[in-house]
């Protein structure tokens, strides 16, 4: 008597296919990576006076980039939610659309207010777009082949990072800063259709009864506490009311949600995800590794066009190293992995990304370029030996059918450790600023004192508007920000150092199998797995 062979986990027809599905889902990566990266180039063009630009503050600025993050981070775990309940094929349907609309709007906005609200409806497409791209990838690659396929989806990233800056400068170059949103539209329409023709749907087969309580709470957490952190930096003062009372809200809300969750009989989140160590470790070293980054990425631009006086195009093109770095590494970090192991490549990748950030220490005011594409090259070279495997380690502890939630947790640390990078390092960067240059300010007039202090493109706009007498401005302004980049420079590279210490001593040596169901068992082929275990473990395609 023989017995027939089992069912391959993902359906014959879908894992022949499944480097052009790959390929489909790497356009909607591409369109909301690209947009943060350009927007990075074009704040200084935004905060022109009209026409030129929106004539936008420092704060409207933050706003354009922290309404997407709010609205964005605030939604990502509903969103993996829904896409495992409903299907991630719609999820990322809808996303796209949404994120479609607001792009074009954005494009459109004629004030500072408007291009905020715009950028928030960005953010709510931007998360159905992001968790479902990992869950479906989850889902069409076998085990063994989604160290691979992750790494090309971290590496396109990298590829982001490089066609954005240089795209958005050329477009600030040659059309007006809207441009730069517009640019979206036409590759939303090329993704939805290709999305349409070749992306399988797929969705947890069991998702049990909705959790609306424990929803709710998520959203009211999330979105409070990156309000009270976004507000802190604002202020650059984390105990003024604005500030305190919107974290201790979503503090207080997210105890809740873990309360509620650890005893409803149908949670939105199995908060048992967190004992285990490598799960936890790995979105920790994540909100770690975007604290420094996005912190540090602000000022970056600043430093680059308003203190070097680059172009936005060069500006772009000096970022071209840290994304090349991360397009050949990311896909190419599992062979490290299988050599040396991922708790020893994790942490050899942020300690280079700790290093990077201390090469910041060593930059002036004619520092050689030479200097700039060597930190931005190491960079990049640690981020693609970090991001991927610690996402394989996140995606592969989890059950399959759970990768929406997954990767919506994996999304979400990465935001809100972002999040806290822009408002606490930017309120460092703010604050050391202001206390630098506060001296040579005093013999302003006192109606011009505060504005001028509040930053650096602020100091050289009021200097522009004393003519002579404010050139004396300029050279210290300079100094000030350098001292204050190298600040948080210094911040940064402490925060990747402590990474470096969580890597080693709680990510494992090997990535195995996660638990429960949905987690092939570790080391074995799809022929053989019992046919309990691929029906365990198959999502509905």
């Not at 063009?45 to 964005?72: C, K, M, R």
């Not at 409070?224 to 952190?229: E, F, W």
Request: proline share 6%.
């Amino acid at each position: 008597m023989t017995t027939a062979a089992a069912p391959p986990r993902v359906p014959e027809a879908i894992h022949r296919r499944r480097w052009v599905i790959l390929g489909t889902l790497l356009l909607a990566l591409l369109v909301v990576v690209l947009d943060n990266s350009i927007l990075n180039v074009a704040m200084k063009t935004i905060a022109s006076p009209a026409p030129t630009g929106l004539g936008a503050t420092q704060s409207d600025l933050e706003w354009a980039i922290n309404s997407y993050t709010l609205v964005f981070a605030g939604l990502l775990f509903t969103a993996g939610l829904l896409g495992d309940r409903f299907g991630r094929k719609k999820s990322l349907l809808a996303g796209m659309l949404v994120f479609g609309l607001g792009s074009l709007l954005s494009a459109l906005a004629s004030s500072p207010g408007e291009l905020i609200g715009y950028r928030a409806v960005m953010g709510f497409g931007g998360a159905f777009v992001m968790p479902a791209t990992l869950a479906i990838i989850m889902n069409v690659f076998e085990r063994s082949e989604q160290p691979k396929a992750i790494g090309i989806w971290a590496g396109a990233v990298g590829l982001a990072i490089a066609v954005g800056p240089i795209t958005g400068g050329l477009l600030i170059e040659h059309f007006w800063w809207g441009s730069v949103f517009l640019v979206n539209v036409p590759i939303v329409v090329v993704a939805l259709v290709a999305m349409v023709l070749i992306v399988p749907d797929s969705k947890d087969p069991n998702p049990g009864r909705l959790d609306p309580v424990g929803v709710l709470l998520s959203i009211v957490g999330l979105v409070a506490l990156i309000y009270g952190i976004i507000k802190g930096g604002e202020l650059a003062d984390f105990t003024a009311p604005a500030a305190w009372v919107p974290l201790l809200i979503g503090l207080l809300a997210l105890v809740a949600f873990v309360w509620h969750e650890k005893r409803t009989e149908h949670p939105a989140l199995d908060v048992g995800w967190f004992r285990n160590k490598v799960f936890s470790a790995s979105v920790t070293v994540i909100g770690l590794v975007f604290f420094a980054l996005m912190g540090v990425s602000f000022f970056g631009v600043f430093y680059m066009q308003s203190v070097r006086g680059y172009s936005p195009l060069m500006a772009g093109v000096l970022m071209l190293p840290l994304a090349a770095a991360q397009l050949v590494f990311a896909p190419r970090a599992r062979l490290v992995v299988d050599r040396i192991g991922v708790r020893a490549t994790c942490a050899a990748g942020m300690a280079l990304i700790s290093v990077a950030f201390l090469g910041y220490l060593t930059l002036g005011t004619g520092s050689p370029i030479w200097v700039l594409v060597l930190i931005a090259f190491v960079m990049g070279t640690g981020m693609a030996h970090v991001m991927p495997p610690v996402t394989v380690s996140i995606m592969s502890s989890l059950p399959r059918e759970k990768a929406g939630a997954g990767s919506a947790l994996n999304n979400t640390f990465r935001q809100v450790g972002g999040s806290l990078g822009v408002a606490v390092l930017g309120a460092v960067l703010s604050t050391v600023y202001r206390d630098g240059i506060s001296d040579k300010l005093d013999q302003l007039p006192a109606g011009l004192r505060d504005k001028a202090g509040e930053s650096l493109e602020a100091t050289f706009a009021v200097a522009g508007k004393l003519g002579p007498k404010g050139a004396a401005l300029i050279d210290p302004a300079k100094d000030s920000f350098i001292h204050a980049m190298h600040v948080v420079a210094g911040l940064s590279a402490g925060v990747t150092a402590l990474g470096v210490l969580l890597a080693w001593f709680l990510l494992p040596a090997r990535i195995t199998a996660g638990p429960g169901p949905g987690t092939a068992p570790a080391g074995r082929s799809r022929s053989e797995q019992s046919p309990a275990a691929l029906e365990s473990e198959s999502a509905e395609v």
